[in-house]
């Protein structure tokens, strides 16, 4: 195993979850190349299903997403005819999302590869620990990560 590889190689938080991020979204991208959608396509029709009609503001902040993020995500699934956008109904500048059929169809198609791939992880981690690492990464995405107006003296 050499430097880079050992545990520990880096005490920056934010290097070390990088480093998890990239390899677990390439293996996830691997496990859903067959659908021709990226990772972060699937993410993204998978939080427009289980929302009703979202908007893209609703989505955005669930993903912790910058709306030109979401947008530039939201591109290809909507010139590929899987999601629409339509103006709310109450506020016409409010911009809305929905899947389409073929959208649902796609998402149903990737659904069955990422369940391939979820398993294939949770069998190398182990699904108590995979459980846990899905837990203590949600407590890290909600935490109030605000830095202080000024900064204290080092």
């Known amino acids: 195993m050499t430097e880079a590889h050992k ?5 920056c938080n934010n290097a070390t979850l990088r480093r998890a991020a990239r390899s ?7 496990a859903l190349a ?7 396509q699937f993410g993204l029709l998978f939080q427009i299903h289980i929302s009703d009609e979202p908007a893209m ?14 947008g530039h995500t ?23 999302v929905r899947l389409t059929p073929p959208g649902q169809a796609k998402l149903d198609e990737a659904l069955k590869l990422w369940s391939v791939a979820q398993r294939h992880f949770e069998k190398k981690v182990g699904a108590e620990q995979a459980a846990k690492l899905r837990a203590a990464l949600d407590a890290v995405a909600d935490l109030d990560l605000e830095m202080p107006t000024v900064a204290p003296s080092l």
Request: proline share 7%; no cysteine; charged share 30%.
């Open 57 to 70: 503001g609703t989505i955005a902040e669930a993903l912790i997403m910058d709306l030109s993020a979401l």
């Open 74 to 96: 939201l591109k290809p699934l909507i010139r590929d005819g899987y999601v629409q956008t339509f103006p709310d109904k109450d506020d016409r500048r409010v911009k809305r």
């Open 24 to 30: 677990l979204g390439r293996f996830y991208d691997h």
């Open 7 to 11: 545990p520990g190689f880096s005490n």
């Open 34 to 40: 067959p659908s021709g959608l990226k990772s972060t």
